[in-house]
T-cell receptor
Framework: GAVVSQHPSWVICKSGTSVKIECRSL??????MFWYRQFPKQSLMLMAT?????????EQGVEKDKFLINHASLTLSTLTVTSAHPEDSSFYIC????????????FGEGSRLTVL | AQSVSQHNHHVILSEAASLELGCNYS??????LFWYVQYPGQHLQLLLK??????LVKGIKGFEAEFIKSKFSFNLRKPSVQWSDTAEYFC????????????FGTGTLLAVQP
């Protein structure tokens, strides 16, 4: 089946630095990708919808200047956590829909961010 | 706003026991419904989905779910669980229209004892 890959799978950074997480659709083109955040023992919370070639659509309560999303190509979306703080530590998951196939949503492996 | 509720946060079963995980959603219009599974250390995988038609849908690994519109429910079932079913299970709803946005429930952690 279709594959969505995230990199890095785990990153540790110092408070105040910025971290970029990549999400790639490996064998299909994705005009739309989604970024989720998962806190320990909680569900996935949709952060934003990443649209290829245009601005991302953020969910209510998500700071767009804090979580920068870029979807420059049909196979790559990036999430940059700017000026990270310990409260940004979380598990970030992306997903992409394979419109050319079954329309199923495929998920990446997730990226664990730890901010010291 | 749409929401999804999973009533069981932790479920512990013995092998061969029957499983039913509850899922209720709040949205009055057309919905697409999903169950995802996350095995330890792995990414989310689709178990089954309902878009339309027969409200009883069958998924992979012997799982099935029934959409009951009047109850806004989409419960997941399996007649006989195995140790390998130990995982976290998420119910998700995609509200009507071309929103492409999934709203997830809080998840149910299933532990199957051999």
């Amino acid at each position: 089946g279709a594959v969505v890959s995230q990199h890095p799978s785990w990153v540790i950074c110092k408070s105040g630095t910025s971290v970029k997480i990549e999400c790639r659709s490996l064998d299909f083109q994705a005009t739309t990708m989604f970024w989720y955040r998962q806190f320990p023992k909680q569900s996935l919370m949709l952060m934003a919808t990443s649209n290829e070639g245009s601005k991302a659509t953020y969910e209510q309560g998500v700071e767009k200047d804090k979580f920068l999303i870029n979807h420059a190509s049909l196979t790559l979306s990036t999430l940059t956590v700017t000026s990270a703080h310990p409260e940004d530590s979380s598990f970030y998951i992306c997903s992409a829909r394979d419109h050319s196939g079954t329309g199923e949503l495929f998920f990446g492996e997730g990226s664990r961010l730890t901010v010291l | 706003a749409q929401s999804v509720s999973q009533h069981n946060h932790h479920v512990i079963l013995s092998e061969a026991a029957s499983l039913e995980l509850g899922c209720n959603y709040s949205y009055g219009g057309t919905v697409n419904l999903f169950w995802y599974v996350q095995y330890p250390g792995q990414h989310l995988q689709l178990l089954l989905k309902y878009f339309s038609g027969d409200p009883l849908v069958k998924g992979i690994k012997g799982f099935e779910a029934e959409f009951i519109k009047s109850k806004f429910s989409f419960n997941l079932r399996k007649p006989s669980v195995q140790w390998s079913d130990t995982a976290e299970y998420f119910c998700a709803v995609e509200a009507g229209g071309a929103t492409n946005k999934l709203i997830f429930g809080t998840g149910t952690l299933l532990a199957v004892q051999p």
